[in-house]
């Protein structure tokens, strides 16, 4: 099975962005800076944009959710190897 969402980049065409790729139906893919991922996104639908507006909000919810707890793992992770020194 694969993971709904998965984190992406393409540091050699884009190095200032970052890609959430939501990998069930309705598939997308939300673009963005790296630095301020919640005020300049944009989707890249791979399969038919929805016509429900509130599914698109919660989705686009649910890919900054999981980009917050990549974050925030990564964060903690880097906290813990600092302490360990």
Known sequence: M???????DNSQMAPDSIYVVHNETPRFIIESDIDDFWSNQFIHWIDEEPDNEELVEQLVAEAEAFLDDEFSRDYDEDEEDDSEE
């Open 2 to 8: 694969l993971p709904k969402f998965l984190l992406a």
